[in-house]
């Protein structure tokens, strides 16, 4: 008997097979304890486990490339902590075998990260993984992770950790359902990089059968198990139609009556480049430069190599728009050599812009670097500050650029509520605001973007987070700015068509999402994109405005 069920869906498409799950966690290694003279051999074992586990995660990185590749490379970072390997080595001097040392000393530090504040739960699952692949190492026995099959099938998991995202291969994974995760969380983001439907924070998706069929709607959060021929008929006609109109949708992006709104694409890196020219991306509407500085968490990369990188991309798109956001160190992005070890939250302290104002040589040789690298180019290069707060926030960033003799548009991300409400009094020193509706939804709503628990207040459709894009859109508007959106936000063609009805000038997105949005925009006037953002602001739910929109743009 058919039933549904649902979650929040984060990567479009439709996927339809049976369910397999993710490979059982490693079992907790028995409390042996070992001789004296055995605790430098144990001590070699697990410093063997530890760097092989870093290897494979900087491999996997530099296989999967783009965002993946800087969140596999923290991973990595991770499992080489030497906090972590002292606290092994103390252990094992103690007794402890090399697998119990280890299981030990990453809880520990498991438990100091959950109690430092919601922020960095999220990267609790990351270190289990790390701690897993470790143990399962020393134990001889298989990793975690995804399961060997011959047949595509739908991937159920209590979580996807970064390591397995990253790689899936989406000729046998059709698509991928998590208990926890948000729609801003690492899995998510990869999943739309991939282009494989994904609906996470669905509760009980672990009580799912194996084998048992299902159906994923990764636009809706719909989840069907055991869909009849019916639905899953409707479901592939409605698959077959939304690819007809995606192949007949190309051109910049703009609605229906000629109203222009650039669809740039999100990159991490050079690797994320080609998928963007592909899919027709009118520019770079956020370049995230922290890639550059993953490499070596105790030092900043050289001048000469910042400027080999962001050259390469800024030579992929002439005379189009690359706005780059300048490092965003800090909270779930910690570098040794800037962001400090003993915040109690990391995520309400020094990070961002006011890391680079902390460290100007920094900054400087950041702003010294894109502005050789954009020397002798006919792009439009625009930089932007994260985490700005406020007018003196603002000024400090441009008085920067000016410092490093930087030929460009300055602007200010818009990222805590603060600068929405003061966005008038910031565009007094700045040319433009980008909206990362991520972290606006997390410092709205006291909501972590990785904690599933708490998911429905990260959506982006909530009335309170479009309020405060139509007041930083209405701002940008009075000062003749532009005002664009480069969080996840934008990926959603219906929330994209809102968007653009509340006064936002551009939208930047992962590229697999391109297509749908520029379809989604053609469809509809910018009095209807109006309408819709109207009717959604006027709602008291996320439901009730992603409904209310949709009854708009629909025509019901």
Not at 117 to 136: H, Q
Not at 174 to 189: Q, Y
Not at 329 to 338: M, S, T, V, Y
Not at 484 to 510: F, I, K, N, Y
């Amino acid at each position: 008997m058919e039933t549904t069920l649902r979650g929040v869906g984060v990567s479009h498409g439709v996927a339809i097979g049976e369910v397999r799950h993710m490979g059982t966690a490693v079992l907790e290694p028995p409390a042996k304890q070992i001789r004296a003279e055995e605790a430098e051999r144990e001590q070699g074992r697990a410093r063997q486990a530890v760097e092989a586990v870093a290897a494979d995660l900087m491999a996997r990185g530099n296989l999967a490339g783009g965002e993946a590749q800087a969140v596999l490379e923290a991973q990595a970072m991770m499992a080489q902590d030497p906090e972590l390997m002292a606290d092994v080595d103390r252990r094992i001097a103690v007794g402890s075998t090399a697998e119990r040392a280890v299981y030990d000393a990453f809880a520990s530090y498991r438990e100091l990260l959950a109690n430092a504040g919601e922020y960095l739960a999220g990267r609790v699952a990351d270190l289990d993984d790390v701690r897993n692949r470790i143990v399962a190492r020393l134990l001889g026995v298989p990793m975690p992770g995804v399961p060997d099959s011959d047949e595509p099938y739908v991937l159920v998991a209590r979580d996807l950790a970064p390591a397995d995202t990253a790689l899936l291969d989406p000729t046998l994974v059709l698509g991928f359902v998590t208990e926890e995760g948000g729609p801003t969380s690492h899995s998510a983001i990869l999943a739309r990089a991939l282009g494989v439907p994904a609906v996470v924070a669905l509760p009980g998706a672990g009580e799912l059968a194996e084998g048992t069929p299902i159906a994923v709607d990764g636009s809706t959060g719909e989840i069907f198990v055991r869909p009849s021929e019916e639905k899953t008929t409707q479901l592939r006609a409605a698959a077959a139609e939304r690819k007809a109109a995606l192949a007949a949708s190309t051109g910049p992006g703009a609605t229906a009556d000629g109203h222009k709104i650039p669809l740039l694409a999100n990159v991490g890196g050079p690797a994320d480049v080609p998928a963007a020219v592909a899919a027709g991306a009118e520019g770079v509407g956020l370049f995230r430069t922290e890639f550059l500085f993953l490499d070596d968490s105790k030092k900043a990369p050289s001048e000469e190599k910042q400027i080999e990188a962001y050259r390469q991309v800024l030579e992929a798109f002439p005379e189009g728009r690359v706005v780059v956001r300048v490092l965003d160190a800090g909270a779930d992005k910690p570098l040794d050599f800037l962001t400090p070890a003993d915040e109690p939250n990391p995520a309400l302290g020094v990070r961002g812009l006011r890391t680079l104002l902390d460290h100007p040589h920094v900054l400087h040789t950041q702003l010294t670097a894109l502005a050789k690298a954009a020397e002798g180019l006919p792009v439009y290069l625009e930089v932007m500050a994260p985490m700005v707060a406020d007018r003196i926030d603002a000024k400090a960033f441009a008085d920067a650029c000016r410092e490093a003799g930087l030929r460009a548009k300055f602007g200010a991300m818009v990222e805590i509520p603060s600068a929405a409400l003061r966005a008038r009094s910031i565009l007094q020193e700045v040319e433009f605001l980008s909206l990362g509706t991520n972290d606006l939804a997390q410092y709205t709503f006291a909501a972590d973007r990785q904690v599933g628990a708490v998911s429905r207040l990260q959506d982006p459709w909530q009335p309170a987070l479009l309020d405060l894009v139509a007041l930083s859109a209405d701002a940008a508007k009075a000062e003749g700015k532009s005002c664009g959106v480069c969080g996840e936000a934008a990926s959603d063609p219906l929330l994209a068509c809102v968007l653009t009805g509340l006064g936002v000038t551009s939208l930047s997105m992962g590229a697999a999402s391109l297509p749908y949005v520029r379809a989604a925009l053609a469809k509809h006037t910018l009095a209807q994109c109006e309408r819709a953002a109207a009717a959604a602001r006027a709602a008291d739910s996320a439901a009730e405005a992603r409904e209310a929109a949709r009854a708009v743009l629909s025509g019901e």
